[in-house]
Structures are given as C-alpha cells and as structure tokens.
C-alpha cells in the first residue's frame, strides 16, 4: 500500500515537472493575446467551435516559428456564457495575464459587459458576436472591433430575396435570447423598406421541446413566409414542425443556420428551408477565382482534418478576429495602440472567412450584404440561389 | 376550431414530458419527502444513451431500449446509494435537495464530457405521414409519446396498488414507523423509489428526442416544468403529477395560441402561483402541515 | 451583538481595509467586489432560512429588480445615483410584501416552488419588457455620491464591502435581539412559537423583506459597477447559486453568508484551468461538500474550534 502511494506520488511529480517544462523552449519573450469564449453554458455551440479555430491557429504559428520570433501565447477563459464570468475574465487577462489583445467574447451581451472594461484598459478587443450596437456608436468604440456580419445585414439579404419572389407578408419566430432579439428586432424594424408587413411575431424559449403552436398562429395571421431566427436546437425543432405541419409556405432561417449538422438533425424536414449564410459554408460551391476561396478551403479542411467535425460560421469569426489581431501584431508589434490603430486603417479589401472586410474609423466591422449567399437546403446539400 | 385542436395537440405533447417528470418526483417524495432536482437530468440521460446505443453502436432498437433503461436505473442507483443513503439518517430535508442539485451538475459534467454540446436525434419510432384530426395535424411521435406517457401511468398504478412491493412502497409513504415495524425493508423502499424514477425519466427522455432533440444541458428546465407539476397537482398524489403536467402543457400551448407566446411561461407560471394561494397544497393536495418523516 | 462576532466584525473590518493597499491586483478585487455582492443576497437568504425556517428559490428576482430599477431610473430618469438604488430597493421590498402575504401560507416544497415562480416572472418580465430585451442594455451611469464618481476597482470593492460590513452588523443585530430569538423559534416549532404569543406571520414577512432589500441592494451596486445588464444573469440558476452558498456555508450561522460566497464565487476561478471537465469537477466538489460537511463550513469551523480550545 504504502509503495501505491509512494508510485503515485512519484508519477504525479514527473508530470508536473512534464507540463512545467514544456515551456520556455523560446528565446524571445512570447506575445500574449487573450481569448474569451462562451465554451460552456447556453452560448456553448459557439464558444467551442472558436475555441477549436484559436487553438489550431495558435499551434499553426507557434510550430511556424511564432510572430517575427516571438512565440504566441493565446490564453482563452471561458465565459460560461455569463456576462459577470466574461467580466471576470477581461479583468483577468488585462491584469493577471497583461494580454495585448482580446478576442470575443462570443455573445453579444457579454461583449457589451466588457466594452467599458476594455475601453479603460485601452485594449483593443475584437469580438466575434454579431449586434450592432457592439461597435456603434463607433466613436465610443474606439477600441472595440467585431468580426461577425451585422444582423441588419442578413435581414436585409433575406427581404431582398423575399422581394423578387413577391412576398409582401411574413411571419417571425424567434427565440428568447439576445441572437433572437436582434434579429427581430431588425426584422421588424427593416420591412417597410422592402414593402413587407410582419404579420405575426411570436418566440420561443431556449429550451422549449415543440413550437407547433407559434408556427400555426402565423400560418393562420395570413404570412406567405416563415422567417425563424435562432442558433441551436430550436431551428432544428422549428424546421421539423415547419415540415410535418405541411403549410405550404416557405420557411427562412437566419444566418445561424449555417451547419451541416443542423442538416443531419432536421434530415429531410430541412428540404426547401433557405437562408443567407456565410461563404464559409458553401466554401467548395462558390466560384474558384472569388478571392475568400483559398482561405475558406484551408481553413475548413485543417479544421476538419483536426478535429473531425466542421468549424461551421461562428468559428470563422473567431479566425477572422485572430488573423487580424497576429496580422497587426507582425507589422506593429507588441503595442496595443498600433494595434488598434493597425485594424482601423489597414484591414482593407481584406478577405476573411466571414466576407472581405473593409474596416474604417466609420465601420469597425467592415462587412454588408455582400458577405452572404442565399443559400436552399436540396438534397440533403446546401446549393447556392442566384 | 381547427386551430384549437392544433393548440391542443401542442399541449399534450409537452405536457406528456412534464407528466413523465412530474410522475418522477411523486414517487421519490413519497417515499423520502425529498424533491429530487436531478430528475431531469434522466430524460436527458435518456435521450442521449438511447442515440447512443441506436446510432453511435448501431444495435437494435429493442436492445438499445432495454440498455439505456438499464443505464438510467443503475445511475438512479448510485445517486441513491452514494448521495442519498448517507444523509437519510440525519434526516436533513434541505441537505439532501441541495446533493440532489449537485448530483445533477454531476451528471450534466459528465454528459457533456461524453457527448459535447451537439444536440442529438434519432428517427421516429414508426415512419410514416403525420396524421390529420378534424384539419389539426399530428405527428406519430406525438401519439407516441402520449401513448407511453398513459401506458406509464398504467403500469405504476397496477404495481403500486397491485404487487406486494408497490403496495410496500405505498405502505411507506403513509407511515415510515409503521411500515418498519410490518417488516418492510424502508431502505430498500427508498433504493427502489430512486431506480424507478431514473427509469421513468429516460422513458419520457428517449420517447421525446425525435420530437424536441436532446442536448446535455436540457435537463434544469426539464426539472423545474416538472417540480411545478408535480407541486400544481398536489405533491405526492400520482394522479396529481398527470394532471398537473397535462395542465401546464396546455396553458403554455394556449397562452402561446391565444394571448402571446413571449409571455407563454410567464402566464402558466401565474396561473400556477395563483392555484397555490388559493388551495395552498396544489389541485388534489390536502391542506396539513408538511411534516419531515424520520428515519 | 456578542462579543465573539464584534471581533470577527472588527477583524473582517480591518482587513477590508487593507486588502486593496496590498492587493494591487485588479483581477482578485474585481473577485472580492462579487463575493461582497454575492454575500449580500446569501446573507438575506441565511437570515430567511436558518432563524425563519422559510425557503426561496426566487432571490434572482429582487436581485434583478433591484440592478433593473435603479439602472433605469438614473439612466432615463437622470436621477442621482444613491437616490436610484434607494428607490429601487423600496420598488423590491414592497413586491415583496405583496408576495409575501399569500406566499408564507405556503409550506416547505410549496413555498419554494411559488417563490421560484415569481423569480421566472420576473426574469421573462425583464426579457419581454427591460430595456433591449434579451440583449440587455449598457452606458448605465457609475456609482457617484456627493459629486464623486467612483471608478477604480479599489473605491468599488470598498463601497460594496462597506455595504456588507453595515448588512452584517444589522444582521447580527437584529439575531441576536428579541425578534431574533423569536425568529429561531418559528423555525423550531411553528405551533410552540404560536403558543407563546409571538407573531409569526408579521415576523415571517418582516424577515422575508429584509431578504429582499439585501437582494435589491446588492442588484442595484452591480448595475453601477457593471454598467451593463441583460436578463441572463437574473435566472432561477442565480437563485440556486445563491442557495448553495447558504448551504455550504452553514444556514445555521450568518457567517456561512459570507464562507458560502466566498467559496461558490472563487470555486469557478480555480476551476477555470480544468477546461473541459470543470463542470464535471464543480459538481463533484459540490457533491463531496455537501455529503462531508453537513453543517457547512462556519459551523463545523466553530465547531472543532470549541474542541480545541476545550483541550
């Protein structure tokens, strides 16, 4: 017995010793950057794609001889998808850690929990959640960047498409979080200019197991269209209701749709459902001269190749806001002001996974309309509309 | 009319889910006064170990029933035996939630260990068109689901009223002491109430992820429509949970139909607080001083 | 007040004090502001549980009203800061005696599920009705008194433990008085407490309210120290995070507050390095916490400090 204890404490000094001096194998001072995502909690299926992305690219660098020889060290808290637990974090990393950048938070609501905290530091943060109001109004978001496209945007994809089919009356169906929210909100917001009324605006829970009921209440207001707009199950749940209800009536998903699992999941409820999405999806149907291709195509296959499933939307945001940040970091060096300033005035015609960007000191997220496709599930595919 | 009967439909199908937990709940307060807060971390369980078996091992469908139930059964007893049993004898009504609650971030911890954040699905029991009611629309998992949720009820009627141990395990809830002193093993009435329950649990989960997907952190809310089922009922009284989990099902559904869905859970829960005020021990619950029972 | 606690205040007091001067470290102040926040809604919740016997699931929703109420009135009302905390904790303790009336009626099971009815309430009511929906809405003036903006972390985790140190010693007050012995009473025996005269009903809500403002106060400091809220963090998971701090930190002894807080605050920090299985550890620990420390940590700290000084 006494020998099972003496073994074990033997072998947990050799691995402490182990992970202890695995470092320092550089002889330049490592730039540090931090990360804060949503890895567990509600907000999870997009913290841990962008997890996956920070770290492969991180290791990418590192094994490539880091940033003009400096290694780079990404240190990454997870924010629980808690906005207090994101504040946490920001602090952490700017004091305990002294990162010279962050990336994420992953939702919108925390990154707007950490703005002042960033804005204080002076610390540039580049968040890969999609609201408005994370870099507007732009001159109070002076050190604030987002990678992901606008929602307004999507919407305004969506509307346009409705208007050459002649759709004039919609129904929403949302759900309860603040992804949800700002998309009806825009919804609702951007139909007169496209000559379409929202007949019928009804939510849904995070966690609610049937929306039969929603999808019945619009189809009876008199809506020519479904628009659900949601990230995680709920548009699996929505599309499958949408289907078995028979209802003869388009249904469009937000730009969350875009994953192949939600493809697996809906099967062939999916059918007919039509969504903008990124080119990240659709990467292997768009044209080979489109100059997002050579990017889309590397990142997808080492992400897939790494960890056997597909980095989907989200985590592209998160490779967009890391290449922009180790880009700055090789031209400025460690110095959070060139930095900031490096994103605003040199990420231009900028191909990224989520669009080509075009950051100004008007626009610190640089993408439109442009960044989407409308894209219709057929055959169990995705295939792009024209 | 149409609309109604879709609403209703609607209803049903969450309600069967809620019923399941609620029924749970009954069976594990009847024999320990504890409200177990980790019982919707079963349905979860179910759904997940079901997807599991059937599609990640691809074994049949029988065979994958029979292990995932036995699964849950063997993890509803390792929570009774190792978090439970131990604090019985001191008899702490709050202590024994509160393990309940950290037993369920246990499990959630180790369900996302296994299976991530994904949700996950697996085909309807039976192919086929949804069926058509008077114009209403209703899928065939959803008469599956009601129909395991009346088979359920059924069951546990005939063997708590029935066999010699259900009637044991009914013999407890009303007198621990007395129960005792008739020879009953109370702690193995106990052990039983927590298997049962685990099982009933993954009945409802592994009926229900066709319809709703199931993911590893499903299980709180499950919980709670349950607890508040089980409590709009009557605490205790079996057919206080079906009744009581039909019930919230529907005002959710028809709040969500007729006033408006963002206030769906707002207004059931309304309702429900005001059932409370006015017959303070839920629909089928007598009035009387909640007592701890001793061990 | 007994002598042992005016110590204990006194030490705690002291090191308050110090804590920043050593402490340069933002990180762990910005720690100790939330421990102090936590404490305050954990001390409510001892008060309501350990010397009332009274259970609620629903703290979330006076801690949310609390932040909403006084982050609206100073940001669209322009009122002064202090002035909007303290309407807002008023706003909170009057639901709380409409809740109050018909809800302590309730028993046990009964009385937590209605409680935590009202917290869902309240969390959808903030969803559907706060400002930004779901989003949640930020540029929520900081804290000011007298002209003076706070707006280091030193100045906040001063404010906020000043607050905890002057909840505390009321608490401890207010234990230790006439009502308190009559509040332990309720909590042993209903029918022996009736017997003797005592009040039950009034004391039942007096403490239930005051569990409330505690909740409502410490809402309204992170409104000001966040200056940004969403309805999320207002969830029946706050009400039982708060829960277990009572627990684990010993209902029976107001102490437990702020051991509770301090250990289910920090638990997520260290835990931050397991990554992927910290959940799995977190309720591990809680699990281990709970089967091996029944009274929680205050009293079974006391407990082998009597033993000791007996030898």
């Known amino acids: ?386 | 009319m149409t609309l109604f009967l879709q609403f209703l439909f609607a209803g049903l199908t969450t309600g069967s889910v809620y019923a399941l937990v609620g029924i749970g709940f009954n069976i594990i307060y009847n024999s320990t006064s504890i409200i177990n807060l980790a019982q919707g971390e079963f349905v979860v369980l179910g759904g997940l170990m079901m997807w599991f078996f059937l599609e990640s091992l691809q074994l049949p469908f029988s065979v994958s029933l029979c292990l995932t139930l036995l699964t849950a059964a063997i993890i509803g007893l390792a929570q009774e035996r190792l978090t439970i049993k131990p604090l019985l004898k001191k008899g702490d009504l709050l202590l024994m939630i509160m393990v309940t609650i950290a037993f369920s971030i246990l499990i959630r911890g180790i369900l996302m260990f296994k299976f991530g954040k994904d949700p996950y699905t697996y085909s309807p029991f039976t192919e086929g068109e949804p069926i058509e009611i008077f114009g209403a629309i209703i899928t065939q998992q959803t008469l599956w689901v009601i129909g395991i949720t009346v088979f359920c009820i059924v069951l546990l009627y005939l063997f708590f009223n029935k066999t010699m141990t259900g009637r044991a395990m009914k013999a407890c809830s009303l007198d621990v002491k007395a129960a005792r002193l008739m020879g009953i093993n109370v702690s193995k009435v106990v052990m039983l109430s927590f298997l049962i329950s685990a099982v009933i649990g993954a009945i409802g989960g592994i009926a229900i992820t066709p319809i709703s997907l199931m993911e590893y952190d499903k299980g709180a809310m499950l919980s709670v429509k349950g607890f508040c089922a089980a409590i709009l009922g009557g605490l205790g009284k079996s057919r206080g949970a079906v009744v009581g989990g039909f019930t919230l099902g529907m005002l959710e559904s028809l709040t969500a139909g007729y006033i408006h869905s963002g206030f769906k859970d707002a207004i059931a829960l309304l309702i429900m607080l005001f059932i409370l005020f006015v017959k303070p021990a839920g629909i089928f619950g007598k009035t009387e001083i909640l007592r701890l029972r001793k061990f | 007040m007994s002598k042992g606690n005016a110590i204990v205040l006194f030490i705690l007091g002291i090191f308050i004090i110090f804590l920043p001067q050593i402490i340069t470290d933002n990180y762990i102040l910005t720690i100790g502001i939330f421990i102090g926040i936590n404490a305050l809604v954990a001390m409510g919740l001892t008060i309501l549980m350990g010397y009332a016997g009274q259970i609620s699931l629903g703290q979330a929703g006076f801690y949310g009203l609390g932040a909403y109420v006084s982050a609206i009135l100073s940001l669209k009302f322009g009122l002064p800061v202090p002035l909007s905390v303290f309407i807002a904790i008023f706003i909170a303790s009057l639901i709380a005696v409409i809740l109050a009336i018909p809800s302590l009626r309730l028993k046990g099971h009964y009385l937590a599920v209605a409680t935590l009815g009202f917290g869902e309430i309240i969390h959808i009511i903030l969803n559907e009705w706060g400002p930004g929906g779901p989003s949640g809405f930020g540029d929520i003036p900081p804290f000011s008194i007298f002209g003076y903006t706070l707006s280091s972390t030193g100045e906040y985790f001063y404010l906020i433990w000043i607050f905890v140190i002057l909840a505390m010693t009321f608490s401890l007050n207010l234990i230790h008085s006439l009502t308190g012995k009559a509040l332990r009473a309720i909590h042993d025996s209903e029918l022996a407490s009736v017997s003797l005269g005592i009040n039950i009903t009034k004391l039942k809500i007096k403490v239930f309210v005051l569990s409330s403002i505690y909740a409502s106060l410490a809402g309204a400091l992170y409104a000001h120290y966040v200056t940004f809220l969403s309805p999320s963090g207002f969830s029946l998971f706050y009400s039982i995070l708060i829960l277990m701090m009572v627990v684990i930190g010993g209902i029976t002894n107001i102490w437990g507050a702020i051991a509770g807080a301090i250990i289910i605050t920090i638990l997520p920090e260290i835990l931050r390095g397991f990554k992927e299985i910290d959940i799995l550890i977190y309720g591990l620990i809680l699990t281990l916490c709970i089967l091996f420390m029944r009274k929680g940590i205050v009293p079974l700290f006391i407990e082998i400090w009597e033993k000791v000084i007996k030898k």
């Open chain 1, 1 to 386: 017995m006494k020998n099972l204890v003496k073994a074990f404490l033997l072998i947990i000094t050799i691995v402490t010793a182990l992970i202890f001096t695995q470092k320092d194998s550089y002889c330049k001072e490592p730039y540090k950057i931090g990360a804060i995502l949503s890895v567990t909690g509600a907000a999870s299926f997009l913290g841990e794609p962008e997890k996956n992305t920070v770290l492969m690219l991180a290791e990418q660098i590192n094994k490539t001889g880091g940033i003009n020889g400096h290694p780079l060290e990404v240190i990454i808290e997870d924010s629980k998808s808690d906005e207090t637990q994101a504040v946490l974090a920001a602090k952490k990393l700017i004091e305990k850690d002294k990162v010279l950048a962050i990336i994420g938070p992953s939702t919108t609501g925390e990154s707007m929990a950490i703005i002042p905290i960033m804005t204080q530091a002076k610390t540039p943060l580049v968040s890969v959640a999609a609201g408005a109001s994370i870099t507007q109004p732009v001159q109070e978001r002076y050190w604030i960047f987002k990678t992901a496209q606008y929602d307004t945007s999507a919407v305004e994809a969506i509307y346009n498409h409705m208007k050459n089919k002649g759709i004039k009356k919609v129904g929403i169906i949302s759900i309860t979080t603040a992804f949800g929210d700002a998309g009806r909100k825009a919804l609702i917001e951007m139909a007169p200019k496209f000559g379409i009324t929202v007949v019928a605006d009804e939510r849904y829970g995070p966690k609610d197991t049937d929306m039969t009921t929603q999808i019945v209440k619009i189809k009876s207001a008199g809506a020519q269209a479904i628009i659900n707009w949601s990230v995680g199950p709920g548009q699996v749940i929505v599309t499958k209701n949408w289907h078995a209800l028979k209802l003869a009536i388009p249904l469009y998903q937000s730009h969350g749709w875009g994953s192949k699992k939600n493809l697996e999941l809906a099967g062939k409820a999916a059918e007919g459902v039509i969504a903008p999405l990124g080119r990240l999806v659709v990467w292997d149907k768009i044209p080979d001269k489109h100059p997002q291709k050579p990017i889309l195509k590397k990142y997808v296959s080492d992400y897939e190749s790494k960890y056997k499933s597909e980095p989907g939307t989200f985590g592209g945001h998160a490779y967009d806001a890391f290449m922009m940040v180790v880009e700055a970091l090789k031209k400025v060096g460690p110095d959070k002001k060139k930095i900031r300033d490096y994103i605003e005035t040199n990420i231009k015609n900028w191909p990224g996974t989520g669009g080509i960007f075009n950051m100004s000191s008007k626009d610190h997220c640089g993408l439109d309309m442009k960044a989407f496709e409308m894209v219709i599930v057929k055959n169990g595919d995705w295939e792009i509309l024209k």
